[in-house]
């Protein structure tokens, strides 16, 4: 890749040869997409740019116009390359149809490739790329409908989003199979087995299936989720009681954390962990909506308390009274997916990589970054599902703050993206 430029900022050239070049010279997180161009030149933020492109060997040279909305001045930390940003201008659409066969082999892959790194770079932008665990989800239960009937699909937006890690949660031994079936393949994805206590019935205690589901899958990180439903089906608590307890017990003896629902079962809830939960393996308080009492006392025998997109609601406010109390190396964050999805997606199907707005809802509400609350949220659950393959994530700082020591330029050039700024509050 090289350029030339004529005196007082005649008409620049942009050579670009391989694929390579393209990669690093597009700039697709900004609005309309941009051209990094290296120069020398002094130019300043807004000023028009016209420049003669060379692409990929093709014979005829393409005129292009636009605005400089970044500037890499010289000397820029990390030896970077000094140039400008160039936004194109609103009518270079054939251009950019262009820049995406060739950097993903067809218009609609390229397409998708392009959504995807803008995405990544929205959220590196605001989050600075932090690697959040969706720790609850039912990834065999979404409408992929809208994402080519691809759980890769959505799952890859997810990964944009920063998702590192996602568990996806049994209900019910007769759809265990499809689950697995489901998520096959996907190297960040594991899985628990259990009985949902509204699944009882249908699908009742087996011990011996259950071992062999642990057994024969070492993605298997969990039991659950089981617990006390007394909300949609009051008539089975002395079903639901048994098959909870027989899931803790046998969570202490194959050393797996449990995945507890409760719903107008308080009392009971606590009753049967009170009598059967191991503290060594102990487990999470899916979804918890409960009282801040009752989350004292589940962590009190070593259980977690983990927060959904409820605590983005407008009704929640007694919600996040609990959110600010519980211990920050005694929570996890989820989705719950398909269900419950957080402001601003609430009344949409949820899907993983809305966790990212839960950890924004607690940064905001704890006074801390978002970062930190990835952080924290990742060593818990490592921490508390041991079997999953890898540590912690890294913090890292956001990208606007890491901008901050090359100045206003840098920093406004981030406003010409088009994307959000960081800081809004997550009550909305």
């Known amino acids: 890749m090289s350029n030339s430029a004529t005196e007082n900022h005649g008409v620049l050239g942009l050579v670009i040869h391989t694929k390579e070049d393209l990669y690093r010279s597009y700039m697709p997180y900004i609005a309309q997409g941009g051209l990094f161009v290296p120069t020398a030149d002094h130019y ?35 030896g970077k390359v000094t140039g400008i940003g160039v936004q194109l201008a609103a009518d270079e659409t054939e251009l950019l149809k262009k820049i995406e066969t060739y950097l ?49 699909e959505l799952l890859d937006d997810a990964r944009a989003r920063g998702v590192s890690k996602m568990l996806c ?29 509204c699944h009882v019935v249908e699908s009742p205690w ?50 797996l954390p449990v995945i507890i629902h409760t719903r107008d079962a308080r009392e009971e809830t606590l009753k049967v962990m009170a009598d059967h939960a191991d503290p060594k393996t102990a487990g999470v308080m899916h979804c918890f909506t409960e009282t801040l009492e009752m989350a004292q006392r589940s962590i009190e025998m070593g259980f977690m308390i983990s927060f959904s997109g409820i605590i983005t609601f407008k009704n929640a406010a007694d919600l996040r009274e609990v959110v600010k109390a519980v211990p920050l190396d005694m929570f996890l964050i989820e989705t719950d997916s398909p269900y419950l999805a957080p402001i601003p997606y609430r009344g949409k199907p949820n899907q993983p990589g809305y966790v990212a707005e839960v950890a924004k809802c607690i940064a905001d509400l704890r006074g801390i970054s978002v970062e930190e609350v990835a952080e924290r949220s990742a060593d818990n659950f490592h921490r508390l599902f041991k079997r999953c393959v890898g540590g912690s994530s890294k913090r890292r700082r956001p990208l606007y703050k890491q901008l901050s020591g090359f100045g206003k330029p840098a920093i406004n050039a981030i406003r010409f993206t088009g994307l959000p700024w960081p800081g809004k509050s997550c009550i909305r």
């Open 44 to 78: 300043e933020l807004g000023e028009e740019v016209f420049l003669v492109l060379s692409l990929m060997g093709e014979p005829d040279k393409i005129p292009v116009t636009g605005k400089v909305v970044w500037i890499t001045p010289a000397g820029a930390q990390g």
């Open 104 to 152: 993903a082999g067809s218009q609609e892959s390229g397409r998708r490739h392009l959504y995807a790194l803008k995405l990544k770079i929205h959220f590196y932008i605001q989050f600075g790329f932090n690697m959040f665990i969706d720790s609850h989800c039912h990834l065999d239960r979404l409408d992929l409908s809208k994402h080519n009937n691809s759980l890769s």
């Open 169 to 197: 949660v049994g209900i019910d031994m007769n759809l265990y199979p499809n689950m697995l079936n489901a998520i096959e393949g996907q190297e960040d994805v594991y899985a628990s087995v259990g009985i949902h206590p």
């Open 206 to 255: 087996n011990e011996q299936q259950m071992r062999a589901a642990v057994a024969e899958n070492s993605r298997v990180v969990a039991l659950g989720e089981t617990g006390m439903d007394l909300y949609y089906t009051a008539d089975t608590q002395e079903i639901q009681e048994q098959s909870f307890a027989n899931h803790l017990k046998l969570g202490s003896e194959l050393d």
